[in-house]
């Protein structure tokens, strides 16, 4: 148990510093940072790392030991652009227990900027929310991590375990970021992400399977419509397909733990679509890309399986060769469940309560997450675990800043718990 009387001093520190924090925070929304577009807010946040004095590694992610991975996920874009950034606490004496802080820098893409109500970039701090493209999925989340391990520091404390504070890339489309981390060696006792997710900690989340859909089609001249094939009909027939098996799956929820009460927690998006070239042809090719979730427990080949056998069905309305094509774009990642009575939790839940005045809440998300990297392939807790949030992947995406102070203050009171904290000399 934490001492009262440090636990004070921490909660101090983490307020005498959060304007300073907040600034920081809004710094690096500034900094767009889409796929493959990440260097300059990593650059922020090493000038972060490397003024904290902690040990710097930065690296391109993509290596043989990655793409062989069961849990990779097949990238569409560059690997030689995207870096992985981590910061290393090493105690003069390791005596505490290690923790990993990890966060994602990559953002999605903003959506027509005049649909906002300011710049995607602007990080405006209005009516207790802090706006902008990222602000809450999850710069805040990056700046709690940094800025809960410097109010040890501002306490006049230091850790006596090893930590180290992740900033990876990739989690927005493939988790290939954090795998690439843990494969690196960079492995711990627990694992705290600060998502946005409304002061609660996630129990459980869906696996995820991105795939492009390729479907064929017959063109001709509309005066000979008839004698044609309109891909993008048929794609609307095979998208209707697949819109069965998610209801299916949805069927099964009451046979997965923690997903019984969730209303719909298989969901198919249908995300980018591109068809035909010419307004007076039938279009001979529709190309789509799905999002499909699935249950933990499930295999992501077994799943990917079954979404096979009903394209294959599809394919079947028609006599074309390769009618219907799909291929792995993007994640390949199963879904996770965090088992209750860890000992990380319990150290989360009493700094949550000094914090908050309330027990800590659990929930189910029907959402991707990088805890999946550490908890099925590091075998350790990860306690996914962050501030109030509106409008993530929407527009005028924003985080509510008291919120942040107060997940701030109790990733840090956990920090000085877990991994045990000594006088600074």
């Not at 843990?182 to 399977?209: H, W």
């Not at 006599?319 to 799909?326: E, H, I, S, T, Y």
Request: aromatic share 8%; with cysteine.
């Amino acid at each position: 148990m934490l001492d009262p009387e440090i636990a004070e001093r921490v909660i101090a520190a983490v307020n005498e510093r959060f304007d300073e924090q907040l600034a920081w925070t809004a710094d690096l929304v500034r900094r767009p940072s889409p796929r493959t577009g990440e260097a300059g807010a990593q650059d922020l946040i090493e000038e972060a790392l490397t003024e904290a004095g902690l040990d710097i590694d930065r690296w391109v992610i993509d290596s043989p030991e990655l793409r062989a991975h069961e849990g990779y996920g097949p990238t569409t874009v560059d690997p030689g652009t995207l870096e992985n950034l981590v910061g290393t606490w090493n105690p003069p004496v390791e005596r505490g227990r290690s923790l990993i802080l990890n966060g994602h820098v990559d953002v999605v893409p903003t959506g027509p900027d005049e649909y906002w109500s300011r710049s995607p970039w602007d990080a405006s701090v209005v009516d207790g929310w802090l706006y902008g493209r990222g602000s809450a999925d999850m710069k805040a989340g990056i700046g709690a991590n940094l800025f809960a391990l410097g109010a040890l520091t501002a306490a006049g404390l230091r850790p006596t375990g090893r930590i180290h504070v992740q900033s990876v890339v990739e989690e927005e489309c493939t988790g290939n970021g954090s795998l690439a981390a843990l494969l690196r060696g960079y492995t711990a006792d627990a694992c705290v992400i600060p998502e946005p997710e409304d002061d609660k900690l996630v129990r459980a989340n869906v696996g995820v399977l991105w795939f492009d859909v390729k479907v064929r089609g017959v063109p001709a001249h509309l005066r000979v419509m008839d004698t044609g094939q309109n891909a993008i009909d048929a794609a609307y027939a095979v998208m209707n397909d697949l819109r069965e098996l998610e209801a299916e799956w949805n069927r099964r929820k009451d046979r997965h733990r923690y997903f019984e009460h969730t209303e719909h927690p298989i969901n198919f998006n249908f995300g980018v679509i591109n068809g035909g070239d010419w307004p007076s042809s039938v279009p001979a090719q529709c190309t789509f890309t799905v999002r499909a979730a699935f249950y933990p427990g499930t295999s992501a080949a077994d799943a990917w399986a079954e979404i096979q056998e009903v394209l294959a069905k599809s394919a079947a309305r028609t006599d074309l060769p390769d009618a219907v094509v799909a291929t792995p774009s993007g994640f390949f990642a199963e879904g996770y469940v965090l088992e209750e009575g860890s000992d990380a939790e319990g150290v989360l839940a009493r700094a949550h309560e000094r914090v908050f005045g309330s027990e800590l809440e659990s929930f189910t998300t029907p959402g991707y997450l990088d805890g999946r990297v550490f908890t099925l392939y590091g075998n350790l807790p990860c306690l996914v675990y962050g501030p109030v949030s509106e409008a993530i992947h929407g527009i005028d995406e924003r985080v509510e800043v008291e919120s942040i102070r107060r997940i701030t203050t109790a990733i840090a009171l956990f920090i000085a718990e877990w991994c045990g904290v000594e006088p600074r000399p």
